[in-house]
């Protein structure tokens, strides 16, 4: 169990130092949103880290896209354990923030030209991008994180494969016609013995 945490801590120190982390905080920070997405979206296929998906509906928030920003705000507020109430209602402004605004550009495209004029332009950024926590993990924090794709096993499709192309099922059947035969033979007197008075033993010899 010690070395077990152990490990855990030296991953999440390892995972907090990554300079591609720091560098997404940067370009964030900087504006440079589509730069900090990339890297945000490396980071979440690598780790599966809830956090980046917050932080990847952050980069999309303020590069306009609304709805790339509500399905990622959407799967944080699915896949965050132990997320504050606090913060979920941050989450869920953010996500409202990019509602109105697709109202808002819809309403713009039917109104015709003189309308685009007054299209909002996409939320500046408010806060810092949210780090990873650093703070101990729930107890069932250690399970592997959900795969995305899944590969059946051996056993698996040993079970879906038909009876009669299995080994043990020929097996049973030549072994069954051997007992039938034996049956049969026993039953017609292949095997029974004889008297002959002209046999020395007693039964015909042959």
Known sequence: MVALALALGAARAARAADPREIKAREDFVAGRYQQALDLFAKLYAETLHPTYLRNIGRCYQNLGDADHAIISFRD???????ITPDER??????????EDLKK???????????????????????????????????????????ALVTAPGAAAQEESSPVYTRWWFWTLIGAAAVGAGIAVAASTGAFTKTKDAGCMTGYSCQ
Do not use: H, W
């Open 76 to 82: 944080y507020l699915r896949k965050q354990k132990g």
């Open 89 to 98: 209602a941050e989450v869920e402004g953010f996500i409202s923030e990019m």
């Open 104 to 146: 808002q550009k819809a309403g713009a495209s039917g109104g015709g030209a003189a309308a685009t004029d007054t299209t909002p332009e996409p939320p500046k950024a408010t806060a810092a991008i949210t780090p990873l926590p650093t703070a101990p993990e729930p107890k069932n924090s250690g399970a592997a994180p959900e």
